[in-house]
Structure formats: structure tokens, C-alpha cells
């Protein structure tokens, strides 16, 4: 029998017991217990991955590719991806040095900041944002310093604000646009604005381009091609969101041979590689999968055009977001906290969105709406909305 004196000790490391559990997670536990709901949460593509995908996946299965790959990945689906981001992203990497397969984009940011935080290193990043960025920088014991952008400016990040955020301690900022949760896009302009930021004070970054492909009016503009930047850039990106590969979990990871190889001495003695299977899937995404994308990301616009209008016509301001598949109305003519408005939406209307605070301080009084399910779903989230809201007043 154990000691009383050793029952007590307590084994969680206090960096880890001080990272609060994540606001999404945490709220669709109680959704997942309801009936009935209608559910505009779950940041997850409202369509199955393409068949020609799976049809992969299963093949290569049958023909026995159960085993592991090397660390950085097959090379083949590397080469691919090099492939990919020259056509469509206009910036070259070497498939033999400059690219890692992950498990996802949540491993590469996560080996990416292990890779290069000091501990107290400054990491800055824009907020509201999605969930992981500054718990993953608290994980490495580095000093997360958000950014807020606003909704006159459509929640676009400045090149100023950045500018004013810096200091002597900062190293990296981490850079999402399309952006979560809030569809902010940036314009070529503002990214090269951003780009002479970064030179002029020496900060790597990090640019998380997962939505990039569902960007619903103009070009997107990656950091990494402009130049001198690929030098001083991680560039993450992966499948889940524009083919539809959430349950694959497969992302990838380009940089500098030397950041590069640093990721991967973190991601060998972790997770040594990604599913040969989901590589295998991941590749014929590449190379088949533009028309797939097409074709969702003008469902995504047409569910996108319809909730936006319903939300201001309901009086919920919103704008109208250029990317991802996220609305972001405010809700502060209702008197209500995000939380208090997600928490009696979903009791007494059935339908699910999530309290902006989950987003950081700079998300309350905004609910994240996701629009990639099914157009029956936006209209009846609509009609019960406005019900909602009108049983406010």
C-alpha cells in the first residue's frame, strides 16, 4: 500500500496545469449531451473527403503500405508538395531538406515553436485567434503577446500594430489568413508591410496558410514568397480544411535547411513519422484534388452570402469574411457576455456556436459561427437565431 505522504504529492508540471482547457472543447461537451441541435461549432469541412482520396488510402492499405516512412516523410508526397507551393503559392523548397510531413498543422506549429523558443523568448500573434497559438507558446515556456485587430478593420492585422508590439525580447510572431475565427483576410499590400516589420526587427515567422485555399475574393498572398522572407519563414500547411482530411491528420512543415532540421530532431524522438497511409491519400489530394476544392469552396461562399445576411438582418453585426468558413457577428446590442449568448442560445433555441472569448479577451462580445455545414443547417440556425434574439427584447 502506498504512503499517505506519497498520495499527495502532486505529478502535474505547473506549466501544464496552468493552461486552461480549451473554450470550444469544453462547450460541445455539453453540446454532445443535447438533442436536436443544430450545430454552427466545429471548425470541420460539412463534406466527406473527395472519394478519389479515400479510394488511396484503402489502396494502399491492400497493398500492404502499413509501415513506417522516413521521418521527414516520402519523398514523393515531399516533391509533390514542393510542386504544389510553386504553382500555387509562387515560393520553392527543396523536397530533400526544406520539408517535413507532420501529423497535422497542430504538430508542425507545435515542433516549429519547440524548434526555436528560448525559454522567455517573446512570441507575438494576432487575436483574436485560433485556440492553440498562445497555450502551445506557454508549452515551451515562452512569453505569448497578443496582438488585437479590430472589426472596423475587418480584423485584418496592421503592419503598425505589429510595429508597436515589439520589443528588444521579441523572436517570432505566428501569422494566420485566412484567419480563425474570424475570416480576415490581408491584402498584398499589407503583407509586404508586414514583411518590412519583420526584416526590420529581425522576427522569424511562423505562417499558418491552412485556409488559404478558401479564400473567397482576390489572390492570397503568402509571406514566405515574398523576398528575402522564405530565409526567416516556417511555412505551415496542410489538408484537413480545403480537401477535407480532418480525420487524416496530415500537415507539413517548410523552412530553411536549418530550421527544417531542427524540427525534425523534435518530431523523430515524438512522432517519427506521419501515416504512410495519410501520406499516400495527401498525394492524390495534390495531384487530383483542385476541382474538389473548387467545388466545396463555392458551397462554402454560398452558405457563407446567406448567414452573413441573416446575422445582420437579425441585428447582429457582421461583415462579411474573405476566407476560412467562419462568421464572426457581434452580439453586444444583445446585453449578453459571448458566453451567456452561446449557453442560452444552445438551452433554449438548439443551436451551437461558440462564445468569442474562446478566442482570446479580444473575441468577447462575438460568437464564431461556422458555415461549412449543410445549407438546411444555416436556414434553420437562422430562423431559430432570430427567434432567440427577438426573445431578447
Known amino acids: 500500500m502506498p504512503s499517505e505522504r506519497q498520495t499527495k504529492r502532486d505529478f502535474v508540471a505547473e506549466h501544464v496545469r496552468s493552461i486552461p482547457r480549451s473554450g470550444i472543447r469544453d462547450f460541445f461537451d455539453i453540446v454532445q ?31 500492404g503500405k502499413t509501415g513506417y516512412t522516413s521521418n ?70 515562452g512569453a505569448g503577446k497578443a496582438i488585437r485587430t479590430r472589426a472596423e478593420n475587418r480584423f485584418a492585422l496592421t503592419a503598425e500594430d505589429i510595429a508597436k508590439s515589439v520589443t528588444p525580447r521579441s523572436k517570432a510572431i505566428v501569422l494566420n ?26 522576427l522569424l515567422v511562423i505562417t499558418d496558410e491552412i485556409y488559404s485555399e478558401l479564400t473567397y475574393s482576390g489572390q492570397h498572398s503568402s509571406i514566405a514568397a515574398l523576398p528575402g522572407m522564405k530565409e526567416r519563414t516556417i511555412f505551415l500547411h496542410g489538408f484537413s ?33 506521419a501515416s504512410i497511409i495519410s501520406q499516400e491519400a495527401a498525394l492524390e489530394a495534390l495531384q487530383k484534388g483542385m476541382d474538389d476544392i473548387a467545388a466545396m469552396r463555392e458551397q462554402y461562399r454560398l452558405r457563407r452570402n446567406f448567414i452573413v445576411k441573416s446575422f445582420n438582418e437579425i441585428g447582429l453585426p457582421c461583415h462579411m469574411p474573405n476566407g476560412a468558413f467562419y462568421a464572426f457577428p457581434s452580439i453586444r446590442e444583445t446585453g449578453l457576455t459571448s458566453r451567456e449568448f452561446a449557453v442560452q442560445l444552445l438551452e433554449q433555441q438548439r443551436v451551437a456556436v461558440v462564445p468569442g472569448d474562446a478566442f482570446g479577451p479580444g473575441g468577447e462580445a462575438y460568437v464564431r459561427a461556422s458555415y461549412c455545414g449543410p445549407m438546411s443547417d444555416m436556414e434553420k440556425a437562422a430562423e431559430r437565431i432570430a427567434l432567440f434574439v427577438r426573445g431578447l427584447k
Not at 95 to 100: K, M, Q, R, S, Y
Open 241 to 273: 480544411k480545403a480537401f477535407a482530411m480532418t480525420g487524416f491528420r496530415i500537415g507539413y512543415a517548410c523552412a530553411p535547411t536549418a530550421l527544417t532540421e531542427a524540427m525534425l530532431r523534435v518530431h523523430q524522438y515524438s512522432m517519427l513519422c
Open 33 to 63: 449531451s443535447m438533442d436536436n441541435v443544430v450545430s454552427l461549432g466545429i471548425g470541420e469541412p460539412g463534406f466527406v473527403t473527395p472519394w478519389h482520396i479515400r479510394e488511396a488510402a484503402i489502396f494502399a492499405l491492400e497493398h
Open 177 to 202: 489568413f485566412p484567419s480563425n475565427p474570424t475570416g480576415a483576410t490581408l491584402t498584398r499590400e499589407e503583407v509586404e508591410k508586414i514583411a518590412r516589420v519583420c526584416v526590420d526587427n529581425d
Open 72 to 141: 521527414f516523410g516520402l519523398l514523393k508526397l515531399r516533391r509533390a508538395i514542393c510542386a504544389y507551393l510553386k504553382e500555387h503559392f509562387y515560393v520553392e523548397y527543396d523536397p530533400n531538406t526544406e520539408v517535413l510531413v507532420t501529423v497535422g498543422v497542430s504538430e508542425a506549429l507545435d515542433i516549429a515553436l519547440r524548434a526555436i523558443v528560448n525559454p522567455g523568448d517573446e512570441i507575438l500573434y494576432h487575436e483574436p485567434c485560433y485556440v492553440s497559438y498562445h497555450p502551445s507558446v506557454r508549452l515551451v515556456h
